[in-house]
C-alpha cells in the first residue's frame, strides 16, 4: 500500500492566520483526499484533488476557506485559511489503494493535529 | 444526520477475551463496509470489510458480521491482545467495488481498551 508524508503532524496557530498542510505520497496517484476531524468527531471528507484540475468540495466546505493545489501526481497542499478555534482538528491526506477481494480501501497519513487558538 | 453510529464510546475488555464492536447505518444505498484501527498520532489503517453481499468476513482474529436487514454491523476480536488498544472507526460507502472515489462515511469511534 501507499506511504503518505504529512507536514506538519502539529502545531498551534493564532485566530486569523492560514496555515498551508502538506502531503506526500510514494506513488503516483490520480486522486487525493482531504479529511478532517474534530475533537470527538467522525472522519469527514473535505474534498477530493485531483491532478490538473480543481478540487471537488463537499457539502459544508468552500474552497476560499480551504484551497487546495495538486501540482503533480504524488503531492498535494491544503491551506486552512482565516483559522477560529472551530478548525482546531486533525486534517487527514489519504489515497485509495487495493485492499481485501481487490476493492480499493482508503490508506491515510498520520494527520496533522491543529490547535487554534 | 449521523449515517453512521457507533454508540458505544469506549469498551474495556480482558486479555484472551472477545472484544465486540458494534456499528448501525441508516442509509440504505451503502454497501461497502470497512473497519478501521487508529493509534495515538497515526492515521487510521484499515483492518477488514465486507461487501453487502456477504453476512460474514473474517481475517485472522478478526470477523465482520453485516445484518443487511438491521442495517447493522459488528466486528468480533478473538482473542483479544493488549496491542488491539485502539479507536475502532466503523465506516461505509454506497460502492460495492470500493470507497466510492474516497468518499467514506465514517462513524464516531470505538475506544478499545484490552488489559493485560
Known amino acids: 500500500s501507499a506511504v503518505i508524508s504529512q507536514k506538519p503532524s502539529r502545531d498551534i496557530c493564532q485566530r486569523g492566520t492560514s496555515l498551508t498542510i502538506q502531503c506526500q505520497v510514494d506513488s503516483q496517484v490520480t486522486m487525493m483526499f482531504w479529511y478532517r476531524q474534530q475533537p470527538g468527531q467522525s472522519l469527514t471528507l473535505i474534498a477530493t484533488a485531483n491532478q490538473g484540475s480543481e478540487a471537488t468540495y463537499e457539502s459544508g466546505f468552500v474552497i476560499d476557506k480551504f484551497p487546495i493545489s495538486r501540482p503533480n501526481l504524488t503531492f498535494s497542499t491544503l491551506t486552512v485559511s482565516n483559522m477560529s478555534p472551530e478548525d482546531s482538528s486533525i486534517y487527514l491526506c489519504?489515497?485509495?489503494?487495493?485492499?481485501?477481494?481487490?476493492?480499493?480501501?482508503?490508506?491515510f497519513g498520520a494527520g496533522s493535529r491543529l490547535t487554534v487558538l | 444526520d449521523q449515517q453512521v453510529k457507533q454508540n458505544s464510546p469506549s469498551l474495556s475488555v480482558q486479555e484472551g477475551r472477545i472484544s465486540i464492536l458494534n456499528c448501525d447505518y441508516t442509509?440504505?444505498?451503502?454497501?461497502?463496509f470497512l473497519w478501521y484501527k487508529k493509534y495515538p498520532a497515526e492515521g487510521p489503517t484499515f483492518l477488514i470489510s465486507?461487501?453487502?453481499?456477504?453476512d460474514k468476513n473474517e481475517d485472522g482474529r478478526f470477523t465482520v458480521f453485516l445484518n443487511k436487514s438491521a442495517k447493522h454491523l459488528s466486528l468480533h476480536i478473538v482473542p483479544s491482545q493488549p496491542g488491539d488498544s485502539a479507536v475502532y472507526f466503523c465506516a461505509a460507502s454506497a460502492n460495492a467495488g470500493g470507497t466510492s472515489y474516497g468518499k467514506l462515511t465514517f462513524g464516531q469511534g470505538t475506544i478499545l481498551t484490552v488489559h493485560p
Open positions: 489519504s489515497v485509495e489503494t487495493t485492499g481485501m477481494g481487490g476493492a480499493n480501501v482508503l490508506t
Open positions: 465486507i461487501s453487502s453481499i456477504k
Open positions: 442509509n440504505s444505498m451503502f454497501d461497502y
